[in-house]
């Protein structure tokens, strides 16, 4: 992505113009079903999803956006390190939500402010990106000479490595104290039980598959940056190692794009708006509130 070019029509090769075919409508496809929900979320009465649910989601419409603009139309170093800078923000935002849930809320504080520190050192890293190559330089669409690169992928894997680690710990004290106790068995029969035990497991699935968006595409892309930089590489040997050339290289590129590029939106997009999309009340009038399982448990362990 970080060679200048016309986004669908700068392919390299027969193979790379497949697998920009293939992307381009994955991400078309992808932005048409947040402009959907995005229509549907800022009309909704019912106010389901919380602010920092709404941040979340945004981030990652813009995300969306700016990939589905780079993937089509243009592309140039300047998107690619937005596109990072913004993927990055995203992912930290997800952290400290995950992270308010683990930690108690004496800690939500010192939290805040490691996330304010995270945003500067994001923004630091994108000048240096930006500026650290001009146009003049015939090196400057060259990726494999950008060890920025690296640190984005590094304070992704970094971040994406913490987020784990705190979901991971919010499972394990769901799993052996709130599910352990006789009030949430799977064989309990009032309602309020069965409920609660649903939304415990809820929970569960979804710090899960937080887990697998965030960590799966930072370590995929973290892999990926290390195998091409390589700072005596020329353009055209960086090509070699960033685009397919074989059908085998379709395959694993398509793929490993696919992980770093449109899992996280897609993940998101199911978390935060297709599982409750059935609640969202459009319509006018007073409406009971409702909280995603989401958010209402979030609430729960954090006041807890």
């Known amino acids: 992505m970080f060679k200048s070019g016309f986004g669908i029509f700068s392919c390299e090769n027969g ?25 549907i979320i800022t009309k909704d009465r019912s106010q389901i999803m919380e602010k920092m649910d709404k941040i979340i989601f945004y981030l990652a419409f813009v995300y969306v956006c700016v990939l589905t603009f780079m993937r089509v139309l243009y592309v140039a170093p300047f998107l690619a390190f937005t596109l990072r800078v913004i993927y990055l ?49 015939v090196n400057a669409e060259n990726e494999c000479r950008y060890f920025s690169i690296i640190l984005f992928s590094l304070t992704g894997l970094i971040v994406s490595g913490i987020l784990s680690f ?19 068995t799977e064989g309990a029969t009032r309602l309020d039980d069965m409920r609660s035990y649903q939304e415990l497991n809820n929970q569960i699935n979804q710090l899960t598959i937080l887990i697998v968006i965030t960590a799966g595409s930072s370590f995929v892309q973290m892999l990926w940056d290390i195998k091409k ?3 005596n590489y020329s353009l055209n040997q960086c090509a070699k190692v960033s685009y397919p050339h074989t059908f085998i290289d379709l395959i694993t590129f398509t793929i490993m794009e696919f992980i770093v ?27 009971e509130r409702h909280l995603s399982d989401f958010d209402e448990i979030r609430s729960d362990l954090i006041e807890a």
């Open 89 to 137: 923000i995203l992912d930290i935002v997800i952290c400290s939500v995950v992270a308010c849930i683990y930690f108690s809320q004496d800690k939500h504080a010192k939290i805040e402010q490691l996330m304010m520190g995270c945003f500067g050192w994001t923004v630091l890293i994108w000048f240096f990106s930006v500026m650290g190559k001009q146009s003049t330089d």
């Open 15 to 39: 193979y790379h113009c497949f697998q920009s075919f293939i992307l381009s409508v994955l991400s078309i496809t992808t932005l048409f079903f947040y402009v959907k929900a995005y229509k």
């Open 166 to 184: 705190c979901a991971y710990g919010s499972i394990k004290r769901i799993k052996e104290t709130e599910l352990k106790d006789d009030n949430y």
């Open 229 to 231: 930089y390589h700072t």
């Open 261 to 287: 590029t449109l899992l996280p939106p897609w993940g998101i997009f199911y978390l935060y708006y297709w599982k409750n999309k059935d609640n969202f009340r459009e319509e006018t009038g007073n409406w």
